[in-house]
């Protein structure tokens, strides 16, 4: 399991951005690693979110590489983008998906790019 796309998920259950505390929902995201599938399910709903790894069927699915949405999860990649891109499939809820989209975090200050690119 990826630490930055675990820590996000913990973040995301502990405190609810405020876009998806209007939410309401399931949402599945399917990660592949060669020919390994991490699936990661979102509840919404109530001003709560929680997140197991329940393969169940979802108002809506994201499916990606687990490389691109680490990269999402940290800011690095902008899902929007990607799916333009077509390395990113989404099905389902559209609001839904532009809800979790907004919840993704931007991309890093100045400072913090210049160290990413600098391998620190």
Known sequence: MSEPIAEFFERLTRSVPDRLRRADG???????????TERWFITIGKGA???????AKADAV???????FEGMVTGRVNAMAGALRGVVSLE????LLVLFQR????????AERASITKGS
């Open 92 to 95: 389902g809820d559209p609001t």
């Open 49 to 55: 979110v929680s997140v197991s790894h329940r393969n």
């Open 103 to 110: 919840a993704l975090p931007g991309p890093p200050a100045p």
């Open 62 to 68: 994201i499916r990606t590489s687990k490389d691109l």
């Open 26 to 36: 399931s949402l599945r995201i399917d990660l592949t690693s060669g020919t390994t």
